[in-house]
């Protein structure tokens, strides 16, 4: 996977952290990369020259949808002629949903569900784990605490919900976060399944990233 799925997930994170009171920065600089890098992906995936044509392209093979390529290609419009959209900054979230978008359904091939795209605030300070591993989702953060042999999971430091056998669990049994680098495994459906091999952990992460199955 190319290096610019990295890339415009950290902007998107960035910009969702601007947005939420990260001192300054200027959200508008960071929309215009993201949306850049959007641009080269949506070229490198039609194997064509041109962004506007690039998502359009990306439409007619039923990776985007259409509504979605033609916004996409107005923000092009806007960057090739050497600024941001009149939109700026006060449609910097609603243009980053639309590249949010884009990130997912490059990634799975298809196209992805809206999701939830808002401000990120830092949290407040509280009780540090025993041990964490983390991995970043399509520029999201997932984290794995442990505590006293117990692990939880966080999207954005937000808890996620999971689910173990069938049935729901508060928390999982767990000596210590994993050492090892995971795999990741992104699936046609939408799923994203999170592989620790050395382990022998994985977690399957929904469609909407709003729960988790523990293995």
């Known amino acids: 996977m190319t290096g610019r799925f990295t890339q415009l997930g950290r902007q998107l994170r960035k910009l969702r952290h601007i947005v939420g009171g990260a001192p300054e920065a200027e959200p508008t600089t960071t ?38 390529a033609e916004r996409l290609a107005g923000y092009a419009s806007a960057v090739a002629k050497g600024g941001a959209s009149s939109e700026l900054p006060a449609g910097a979230m609603s243009i980053g949903r639309d590249l949010d978008r884009l990130l997912r359904s490059l990634e ?67 000596a210590a976060a994993p050492l090892s680098r995971p795999d990741v495994h992104r699936e046609p459906t939408g799923a994203t399944r999170v592989v620790w091999s050395a382990e022998k952990l994985e977690i399957e992460l929904a469609p909407d990233l709003a729960r988790a199955r523990v293995e």
């Open 108 to 174: 799975i091939g298809a196209p992805a569900p809206e999701l939830a795209f808002e401000p990120l605030v830092p949290r407040q300070g509280g009780t540090k784990p025993d041990s964490t591993a983390a991995v970043v989702i399509s520029g999201r953060v997932v984290e794995l605490d442990v505590r006293d042999g117990h692990a939880v999971l966080s999207l954005d430091e937000q808890p996620l919900p999971m689910t173990r056998g069938g049935s729901e669990v508060a928390s999982f049994a767990l």
């Open 31 to 68: 929309l215009r990369r993201a949306t850049q890098l959007a641009c080269d992906l949506a070229c490198e995936a039609a194997d064509v020259g041109d962004a506007q044509a690039g998502f359009h392209d990306l439409a007619e093979r039923g990776v985007l949808e259409r509504e979605l």
